[in-house]
């Protein structure tokens, strides 16, 4: 059963300038969760979708967003970029949100 | 084999001794914990869990324990190989029912096996 794929793996932007990157989960799992993952704050949870609804949060800006399609892919947007959003963006996904995730090998996003 | 107190950024072991990869948690209301291991280059690779109404678990060369008293977790690696040298972080999941559930995780332990 293939894993998590995130496309792209790498990206450049400059400031002000969106991105949108993308999540394919495993196949027959529903929920998706993203994270951010910097070597300051390390490992931050962004949001989580199940059955393309956003089921949680966390303390990001509204710059920051999602959504989640019928087919469980599920894309993330950053609006606005700044400096500070360059990260190791992670994509997870599980059956359910209360099984274990499984982690893609993430997008490594620079903003100049 | 070798200890970490409650939580250091490094440990370093030799190959064959046992390792303890220690996390302290926050929220006392976390149902389900999970160990994961990063390697350079990916994404974080599920090791082991434990849900809260257990206190060990075992899996091939790993036993994660958990003390709900004080809030702690461990991770004890068997035989420690060089191909275990990662960065292993714990993480605590509280269920919140119909709002779903999210990831916290701790700081990471670089784990490095010396040959």
């Known amino acids: 059963k293939a894993g998590v794929t995130q496309t792209p793996r790498y990206l450049i932007k400059t400031r002000g300038q969106q991105v949108t990157l993308s999540c394919s989960p495993i196949s027959g799992h529903r929920s998706v969760s993203w994270y951010q993952q910097t070597p300051g704050q390390g490992l931050q949870f962004l949001f989580e979708y199940f059955s393309e609804t956003q089921r949680n949060k966390g303390n990001f800006p509204g710059r920051f967003s999602g959504r989640q399609f019928s087919n469980s892919r599920s894309e993330m947007n950053v609006s606005t970029l700044e400096l500070g959003d360059s990260a190791l963006y992670l994509c997870?996904?599980?059956?359910?949100?209360?099984?274990?995730?499984?982690f893609g090998p993430g997008t490594r996003l620079t903003v100049l | 084999g070798e200890s970490v107190g409650l939580h250091l950024p490094t440990l370093s072991v030799q190959e064959g001794d046992n390792s303890i990869i220690n996390c302290a948690y926050s929220?006392?209301?976390?149902?389900?914990f999970i160990w994961y291991k990063q390697e350079s280059g990916k994404g974080p690779q599920f090791i082991i869990d434990?849900?809260?109404?257990?206190d060990k678990r075992q899996g091939q060369r790993v036993t994660v324990l958990l003390n709900k008293t004080v809030k702690h977790l461990s991770l004890q690696i068997a035989a420690t190989q060089p191909g275990d040298s990662a960065v292993y972080f714990c993480?605590?999941?509280?269920?919140?029912?119909?709002?779903?559930?999210?990831?916290?995780f701790g700081e990471g332990t670089q784990l490095t096996v010396n040959p």
């Open positions: 993480a605590e999941n509280t269920s919140r029912g119909t709002s779903g559930s999210r990831l916290t």
């Open positions: 997870a996904s599980s059956l359910t949100p209360y099984n274990e995730q499984f």
């Open positions: 929220n006392s209301a976390s149902d389900y």
């Open positions: 434990i849900r809260s109404n257990m």
